[in-house]
């Protein structure tokens, strides 16, 4: 090995542990919570409902428990976080910046001010699908104006990315706060689920209804894997070498803006996923997007599964929302980061 080279362990290798650390996660977290069931008794309900044990040997209370509240929560709490990281991926290879990050560039805020706009302008009676095309367009909208503005390539760095993206989150969030003010008071219960983030009410519908988008979304993203690493070189050295920099552009702030809108429209506002998630794998894989977008989408639904389960179990019956884990886990990291880069005279 050449003096000074960096060993990093096997992705494929990587991959797999962490998806069988995720697999054991996913079923502690159908064990835990205010109502504690031994594991031997989850195994029994999962496996009587495909067939493989008795159901009568499973209370109705377990079988519900496990199946109507559990397991379409550790679903949707897993679709959240590999959507959230592997946006946060894209967005620092579109941005040609490692700090970018949905919630701190103003990504997630446009979503939620999609979706609360829709819920308090009364859209939300129009179809169960306008909540997540309105957070979808905001993301979108966001993330466009974002690039426009601190486009990689004009020189200004990492300074210019997030004072653009914070006054674009503040917008948006003053205009959630408009809203906020003039909504009823039953509205005013299921905005703070928007500003708060859970998966309180996540059900075997919503995980239907926005599986496919989460799926197409990741499919799409790690897809672009490639144009991502030429976009690490340089927008003028990536048309050098044959790829159609718009087109990239463009698809990466679609997708990425999808899988942003979807989670929060079904989870609310989560941060820093985006951000921690990527630095973490590529200390661990390299900068490589072939296994670092795989590998984020691991390790972000990891982080929500647990994070979630203790959301709920450490002060029963009630329930601490998932925003506050994850801005407890990203706001010190990202302070870190922030006098890490200034250190080394990045930014």
């Not at 428990?65 to 397991?71: E, G, K, P």
């Not at 985006?274 to 670092?292: E, Q």
Request: charged share 10%; aromatic share 6%; net charge positive.
């Amino acid at each position: 090995m050449i003096a000074g080279q960096v060993r990093r362990p096997n992705g494929a290798l990587l991959l797999v542990l962490l998806a069988a650390v995720l697999l054991a996660a996913v079923l502690l977290s159908f064990a835990v919570g205010p109502l504690k069931l031994p594991p031997a008794d989850v195994l029994q309900a999962i496996a009587a409902r495909f067939g493989l044990a008795d159901p009568h040997t499973v209370s109705a209370r377990d079988m519900g428990v496990v199946w109507q509240l559990r397991i379409p929560r550790a679903l949707l709490g897993a679709l959240v976080g590999a959507s959230l990281a592997m946006a946060g991926v894209a967005l620092q290879g579109l941005f040609g910046n490692p700090l970018a990050d949905p919630g701190i560039v103003g990504v997630s805020q446009g979503a939620s001010l999609g979706a609360v706009a829709a819920i308090v302008l009364g859209a939300g009676t129009l179809g169960a699908w306008l909540i997540p095309l309105t957070a979808f367009l905001g993301g979108a909208g966001a993330t466009t104006l974002i690039y426009l503005l601190a486009r990689p390539g004009r020189g200004e760095g990492t300074a210019t990315l997030l004072l653009v993206g914070i006054a674009i989150g503040a917008a948006c969030s003053a205009a959630v706060g408009f809203l906020t003010y003039i909504a009823s008071e039953s509205e005013l219960q299921s905005l703070v689920f928007w500003q708060m983030g859970s998966l309180a009410h996540a059900r075997w519908n919503d995980v239907a209804a926005v599986a496919p988008v989460f799926l197409v979304g990741l499919l799409a993203l790690w897809r672009l894997a490639t144009p991502l690493d030429m976009l690490a070189l340089g927008e003028r050295q990536a048309r050098h070498i044959g790829l159609d920099v718009p087109r990239t552009r463009l698809l990466l702030v679609v997708f990425s803006a999808l899988l942003v809108g979807a989670a929060v429209a079904f989870a609310g506002s989560i941060g820093f996923v985006g951000l921690v998630v990527p630095h973490l794998v590529r200390m661990l894989a390299g900068p490589g997007h072939r296994w670092l977008l795989p590998l984020s989408g691991v390790t972000g639904a990891l982080l929500i599964v647990v994070a979630d389960t203790a959301a709920r179990t450490l002060d029963p019956p009630s329930e601490i929302p998932l925003g506050l884990f994850s801005a407890a886990l990203g706001a010190p990291f990202f302070l870190w980061l922030v006098l890490h880069r200034r250190g080394r005279g990045a930014a």
